[in-house]
């Protein structure tokens, strides 16, 4: 059996000695999309911040092909900028910069490219997610659903091998939610990245998503397919279901 991209073992973590995270166990495997669910404030960001390697356990860790990243030397963490990439739930935008000086930020910041490459690789995804000729443009010049679209270039624009989604629909209207989930989808197949996104947006996410996990009181309670959670018979599942048959009608 193959090991999985990412192990996160026994992951604990407390703030302000409230115990957030009590033990988290969980593989995610390489391509597709894995959806993390459960109650608001269970720490499901927080999760994903460990992930990425914004914050540090308190025991326990994350591995990353098989290696923990506790282990992994600064240049090593450094090195895993390139290969993971986050988009934030509020977005994070810049209001001061134009749409492709935001896009282009982490390849300035953190791979330090030369310009001629920044240009290039800035260019290309604003045309794969169809935002030509918006590059002078400044976000609040832009819709909701064309900001979530500067969003997920600048988070692709490294050409990461992982991307993590922190609630990507907050705040839309069902038709623009729609549009980032399928969005979403389309770019994880064409550019064959792992995504795994923390979603409030049940079971409309789970359209798009090929394993669900669910956090409960600080642990990992259930992992599967959306229609095994669907179809889960744990009264913590239960509560967020609308039962196996909305798979039927949809």
Avoid: C
């Amino acid at each position: 059996m193959s090991t999985p991209l990412i192990e996160i073992k026994n992951l604990t973590k407390s703030f302000r000695g409230r115990r957030v995270l009590r033990g988290v166990d969980l593989d995610i495997p390489a391509g597709g999309l894995t959806v993390i669910i459960g109650k608001s404030g269970e720490g499901k960001s927080v999760l994903l911040k460990h992930i990425i390697g914004l914050l540090r356990p308190d025991s326990g860790d994350v591995w990353f092909e098989g290696r923990a990243l506790g282990s992994m030397s600064r240049a090593e963490l450094g090195g895993l900028k390139g290969v993971m990439s986050y988009m934030f739930q509020a977005m994070a935008l810049f209001d001061s910069l134009t749409v492709f000086d935001n896009i282009a930020l982490p390849l300035r910041e953190k791979l330090r490219l030369p310009e001629p490459e920044v240009a290039k690789r800035v260019n290309l995804k604003m045309e794969q997610l169809e935002l030509k000729g918006t590059g002078e443009n400044f976000p609040s010049q832009l819709s909701g659903g064309m900001q979530k679209r500067v969003a997920l270039a600048r988070a692709l624009v490294t050409e990461p091998r992982i991307v993590l989604f922190d609630e990507p629909t907050t705040g839309l209207d069902p038709m623009r939610k729609w549009g980032v989930f399928k969005l979403i989808d389309d770019s994880r197949k064409a550019f064959g990245f792992t995504a795994v996104m923390v979603s409030h947006d049940i079971p409309d996410v789970f359209h798009i998503a090929d394993r669900v996990a669910m956090l409960d009181e600080g642990r990992i309670v259930f992992t599967g397919s959306a229609r095994e959670a669907l179809e889960g018979a744990d009264p913590r599942l239960k509560a967020f279901m609308p039962g196996p048959e909305y798979l039927e009608r949809a």
